[in-house]
């Protein structure tokens, strides 16, 4: 059984095999696993761990968080995170934010000095700030490449996960941990979908559908259409049939994604189990994904 684990996803949607840059996406995903890692294998926490790793991606341009987020409808970066605790049970998360850098870190901040859940808007800031965590003009999150998705979608008439017609794609990222004592974490963070409503919220930072944690069972970080995964609750929807059915987690997850295709939901997520087993799912044509284990050799990647 290895002591300590960590997997990572940057997104999941219709990648198109000839996706420009490969080697530069994937190369984001082996620098948030070496973020994780390095805290895991001092024997830090899977929630340090979990934020570690997506904060990293945030950084990226490339993927669907921090900078180069989607745009609203507005030509607006609102951004969505989540952080969760599986051993204290304890979550955090912001919603709707414009100006927090890395999204995560409030999330962490409002898990370990509020007693509420979820933070939106004014008061999300506020709190932030409150909290040392750097804040920036919301112009730091545009890039051309995303103002170019938003006047596609926009002529098409459509909201829709972040990838465009030519396949080529950059996605919401997560992270879940185990940490050498066998506590589980997930963390998420997203900037939603192209030409979302003004304060649409997605899954994301909403515990239980985006993301969950929960030890002795699984930890989940969710990806795809946030409005059909809410409506599933698919991160607990897994893990409470593995606590009530004694599903494994292959099968609870098939079951989940099933659930999510039958009301035209697209995604994927990944899981880590009690025992430190990674799971890496997912119902659309490709899903960013990485994984380390104690153990193993080198970082795992993949995409389709
Ligand atoms: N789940 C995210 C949302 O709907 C989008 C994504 O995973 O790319 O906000």
Known sequence: MPDYAIAVHGGAGAIHKNLEREAEYRAVLDAALDAGKSLLEKGGSAVDA???????????????????????????????????????????????????????????????????????????????????????????????????????????GRVQLDFSEDGQAKGTVGAVARDQNGDLAAATSTGGLTNKSAGRIGDTPVTGAGTYAENGICAISCTGTGDEIMRIVMAYDIAAQMRYTGADFTAAAKAALDKLAAIDGEGGLIGITAKGEIYLPFNSKGMFRGSFRAGDAKNFTAIF
Do not use: W
């Not at 745009?71 to 995170?81: G, I, R, V």
């Not at 909290?131 to 103002?147: G, I, K, P, S």
């Open 50 to 156: 979990s934020v570690a790793a997506v904060a990293v991606m945030e950084d990226s341009p490339l993927y669907n968080a921090g900078r180069g987020a989607v745009f609203n409808a507005n030509a607006f970066c609102e951004l969505d995170a989540a952080v969760m605790d599986g051993k204290s049970r304890k979550a955090g998360g912001v919603a709707g934010v414009t100006e927090i850098k890395n999204p995560v870190y409030a999330a962490l901040a409002v898990l370990r000095h509020s007693r509420h859940v979820l933070l939106g808007g004014a008061g999300a800031h506020d709190f932030a700030r409150l909290h040392d965590v750097a804040t920036v003009e919301n112009a730091y999150f545009h890039t051309e490449e995303r103002l170019r998705q938003l006047h596609e979608a926009q002529e098409k």
